[in-house]
């Protein structure tokens, strides 16, 4: 029996403040808090106890190698993809939703735990048992607002059904990993969807303002590997705004509109999925809809052989070093700086397009970035938690910016002593 006291449709729009009341400081609001799994939280939360490596033993018999596998997790084939019949509706080309149809369409699985849009919203998610091809396929789009799909794990149980595939994000994955074993289910397909900084729909809202000139129009947005911001509209055109001129300070900075548990995550390419299905490493132009995928477990190949057949193939590209432009980002982590004039953004911007990284190794800056940023906000405002929620894999992907930070930070980037 579920425990919420209030509509899926209605807790979506709650501010950051009212859906986290009353939780624990890092609280990504995953959906086991509000289901009867609630008592086995502690057991399951990744910002309680981070099992990643302990769940990479099971699935895979090992933990990652050196290299791209720190990084991106560890995956048995990587591919650069479309669907062939693109769906329009789609962020993407629809291979997400695609494969969700596929499967309940093939009765492989009983069921789909997906997230639809509540109704009258494009951002607000809805998290939904789908039984049919067509509600997965309606799915389609991009939520990035912190959604509760395990509280669905109820209706699973409720209903009996023992075959489900399961759509989500990182923290959602790491709890439904760690108690796979307990739920009664004869099969579990895990679709993984890369996630970063998800927000509370009202500062999705604040976000869109202060970054379109049509807020109310966005169907969805990505931050791209030309250091823009591509924002659709609902008549299909397409807003670009430099990363540059985007005005966080104006929105409190990131502190102040992402959650303590999303500045805490060190799992963006949601490692601990069959298969991991995003856009980071894909070739540009966006327009051309590619994206790729990272098969890493027996379940995931089966996946992605079952869609392969209505997938058209493309290949990686990459350019530029990173590594000048991480070293910096260690500084200003260390030395923020402020917005500067319109005429050196103007640069910056140029800069940034036309010499930054481009395909992998837009990729690899990007979660670098991102674990750098998140490492240091535990140690700043959660630091008696670091030996249980960051994982000792992000230490070695980050060991190659050991000295900058230790003349930054005057502490060294290694793992404290567990």
């Given at each position: 029996m579920t425990l919420t006291t209030r509509p899926l449709h209605e807790i979506t729009l709650l501010s950051q403040a009212e859906r986290l009341k009353g939780r624990p400081k890092l609280c990504s609001d995953c959906g086991i808090c509000s289901s009867s799994l609630r008592p086995r939280m502690p057991?399951?939360?990744?910002?309680?106890?981070?099992?990643?490596?302990?769940?990479?033993?099971?699935?895979?018999?090992?933990?990652?190698?050196?290299?791209?596998?720190?990084?991106?997790?560890?995956?048995?084939?990587?591919?650069?993809?479309?669907?062939?019949?693109?769906?329009?509706?789609?962020?993407?080309?629809?291979?997400?939703?695609?494969?969700?149809?596929?499967?309940?369409?093939?009765g492989i699985v009983d069921g789909v735990i997906t997230t639809m849009a509540v109704p009258g919203t494009h951002h607000a998610p809805l998290p939904i048992l789908a039984r049919t091809p067509e509600e997965v396929i309606a799915s389609a789009r991009n939520k990035p607002c912190l959604s509760p799909n395990l509280e669905i794990l109820d209706a699973v149980r409720e209903s009996g059904l023992r075959r489900i595939a399961f759509i989500g994000t990182g923290c959602q994955v790491h709890a439904l990993r760690a108690l796979q074993d307990e739920l009664g289910l004869e099969k579990l397909y895990i679709?993984?969807?890369?996630?970063?900084?998800?927000?509370?729909?009202?500062?999705?809202?604040?976000?869109?303002?202060?970054?379109?000139?049509?807020?109310?129009?966005?169907?969805?947005?990505?931050?791209?590997?030309?250091?823009?911001?591509?924002?659709?509209?609902?008549?299909?055109?397409?807003?670009?705004?430099?990363?540059?001129?985007?005005?966080?300070?104006?929105?409190?900075?990131?502190?102040?509109?992402f959650p303590a548990a999303c500045l805490s995550c060190f799992d963006y390419q949601n490692t601990l999925s069959d298969l991991t299905i995003g856009y980071l490493g894909a070739p540009l132009p966006p327009t051309e809809r590619w994206q790729w995928t990272m098969v890493r477990t027996e379940v995931g190949e089966e996946l992605f052989n079952l869609i392969r057949p209505y997938l058209e193939e493309g290949q990686f590209t990459q350019r530029g070093n990173r590594l000048l432009g991480v070293s910096e980002y260690v500084r200003m982590l260390k030395r923020p700086r402020g917005r500067p004039p319109w005429p050196i953004r103007k640069l910056i911007a140029w800069m940034q397009r036309n010499r930054g990284p481009r395909g992998l190794e837009f990729a690899r800056s990007v979660i670098e970035m991102k674990l750098l940023r998140n490492l240091q906000f535990v140690r700043d405002r959660h630091g008696r938690l670091e030996r249980r929620i960051v994982p000792n894999h992000v230490y070695r992907a980050l060991a190659q910016y050991s000295q900058v930070?230790?003349?930054?930070?005057?502490?060294?980037?290694k793992a404290p002593v567990r």
């Open positions: 057991d399951a939360c990744v910002f309680v106890e981070n099992q990643s490596e302990a769940i990479e033993q099971r699935l895979h018999g090992r933990n990652r190698r050196d290299g791209d596998e720190l990084l991106f997790g560890i995956y048995r084939a990587v591919h650069v993809i479309r669907m062939r019949n693109i769906n329009p509706d789609a962020q993407w080309s629809g291979i997400v939703t695609g494969l969700g149809a596929l499967l309940l369409e093939r679709i993984g969807i890369p996630c970063t900084d998800n927000v509370a729909y009202p500062d999705m809202l604040r976000f869109l303002q202060a970054a379109s000139k049509s807020p109310d129009t966005v169907v969805h947005h990505e931050f791209m590997q030309d250091f823009r911001i591509w924002l659709r509209h609902e008549d299909g055109h397409v807003e670009k705004v430099n990363f540059v001129d985007l005005d966080v300070s104006a929105m409190g900075g990131e502190i102040g509109i930070y230790e003349e930054e930070f005057g502490t060294p980037l």
